[in-house]
């Protein structure tokens, strides 16, 4: 069976993106984003809880926050959950999890603009991954029933 892996997250960027370029030219680029969930207790007191995602960018979206991201702008992120393990420098094993993008859009944020007063809705909304890991893509076929010119009202409502 098939399973589904995605994520959709809207908050601000912690700092500005830090963006490397591999041998191949392939441009990756790595930030955190904070979310905050905010509730009642059953005291009647305000309860904040912020969550740090680590976020990773490929090819093109890459080269976009680098040129238009900075810590404390708003961005909505669409990816899958990735984990990752590794080891560290005193030889304990540790692992993380990263959410690698395939889709951004910039909400707006404290720095957006370099100082002009922009309204925030800067859609610099596109879709990347690392090549190595892109699947093809199929357009789904339209059926018969919903293409243009068909007059045939059967539907029920």
């Known amino acids: 069976m098939a399973g ?14 830090e963006v490397r370029y591999l041998e191949s030219g392939s441009a990756v ?15 009647g007191e305000k309860v904040e809880n912020t969550e740090w995602h680590r ?24 990816g899958r959950i990735r984990t990752d393990n590794w080891t560290d420098k005193e030889g304990v094993q540790k692992s993380g999890v990263t959410i690698r993008a395939n889709s951004m859009t910039l909400l707006g944020g404290p720095n957006t603009g370099g100082g002009e007063n922009n309204q925030g809705n800067q859609g610099y909304a596109q879709s990347s991954a ?21 007059d045939d009202d059967d539907l029920p409502f």
Request: aromatic share 6%.
């Open 130 to 150: 690392p090549k190595q890991n892109q699947a093809p893509r199929s357009a789904d076929p339209i059926p018969p029933s919903m293409a243009a010119g068909n």
């Open 55 to 78: 976020i990773e960018l490929w090819e093109g979206l890459a080269k976009v926050a680098e040129k238009y991201l900075k810590k404390g702008n708003s961005v909505y992120i669409e």
């Open 29 to 43: 680029a790595k930030f955190s984003i904070a979310t905050t969930d905010s509730y009642t207790n059953k005291n």
């Open 4 to 17: 589904v892996n995605k994520v959709i997250l809207i908050g601000n960027l912690g700092s500005d993106p």
